[in-house]
T-cell receptor
Framework: ETGVTQSPTHLIKTRGQQVTLRCSSQSGHNTVSWYQQALGQGPQFIFQYYREEENGRGNFPPRFSGLQFPNYSSELNVNALELDDSALYLC?????????????FGPGTRLTVT | AQSVTQLDSQVPVFEEAPVELRCNYSSSVSVYLFWYVQYPNQGLQLLLKYLSGSTLVKGINGFEAEFNKSQTSFHLRKPSVHISDTAEYFCAVSSSGGSYIPTFGRGTSLIVHP
């Protein structure tokens, strides 16, 4: 069984640029959630995708957007990067859409905005 | 809406000593409760969860937690810690009747000294 993978591991961007982060779900999972974890904080929910549709969104501006593909992998896109976007971005996969209780997390992508 | 308060940002303890990490939550509805562990430069791993039934929940690596509805608490305990337990621990709560998207606390850093 393959776990949740994320790419890249680290990246550095400049303020105003755009970034795309990628996530591959655990085998058999059809739901992906994205979280932002700032330094010294707990993860904050960005949004969730179930069967390629956005299925819930946290308190993040529209410049945070996402996609889920037919194979249930997912992308997180952030436009017009700001310094405060520097964080660890975590992807979590789960089964059965909104009724899924247990989430499996990937190792994260560390984004630094300068 | 739910919220989670982890009462200690850092807990130092000696190896083989017992430890308790405290978590209080606030919610107007029935909840599910979780504890996750995060090792340096890694994603989150589920330690244990409370969904229903017995209020004493046993998890991996010898950890357990007790759900106390009247005190709205879900404290994590281990009778004897090991150096390898040094990590960040997150308590999380989700509604039992919704999208199950967890709200995380800010984390407690457990530091085990030899």
């Amino acid at each position: 069984e393959t776990g949740v993978t994320q790419s890249p591991t680290h990246l550095i961007k400049t303020r105003g640029q755009q970034v795309t982060l990628r996530c591959s779900s655990q085998s058999g999972h059809n739901t992906v959630s994205w979280y932002q974890q700032a330094l010294g904080q707990g993860p904050q929910f960005i949004f969730q995708y179930y069967r390629e549709e956005e299925n819930g969104r946290g308190n993040f501006p529209p410049r945070f957007s996402g996609l889920q593909f037919p194979n249930y992998s997912s992308e997180l896109n952030v436009n017009a990067l700001e310094l405060d976007d520097s964080a660890l971005y975590l992807c979590a996969s789960s089964l059965q859409g909104v009724k899924s209780v247990e989430q499996y997390f990937g190792p994260g992508t560390r984004l630094t905005v300068t | 809406a739910q919220s989670v308060t982890q009462l200690d940002s850092q807990v130092p303890v000696f190896e083989e000593a017992p430890v308790e990490l405290r978590c209080n939550y606030s919610s107007s509805v029935s909840v599910y409760l979780f504890w996750y562990v995060q090792y340096p430069n890694q994603g989150l791993q589920l330690l244990l969860k409370y969904l229903s039934g017995s209020t004493l929940v046993k998890g991996i690596n010898g950890f357990e937690a007790e759900f106390n509805k009247s005190q709205t608490s879900f404290h994590l305990r281990k009778p004897s810690v090991h150096i390898s337990d040094t990590a960040e621990y997150f308590c999380a709560v989700s509604s039992s009747g919704g999208s199950y998207i967890p709200t995380f606390g800010r984390g407690t850093s457990l530091i085990v000294h030899p």
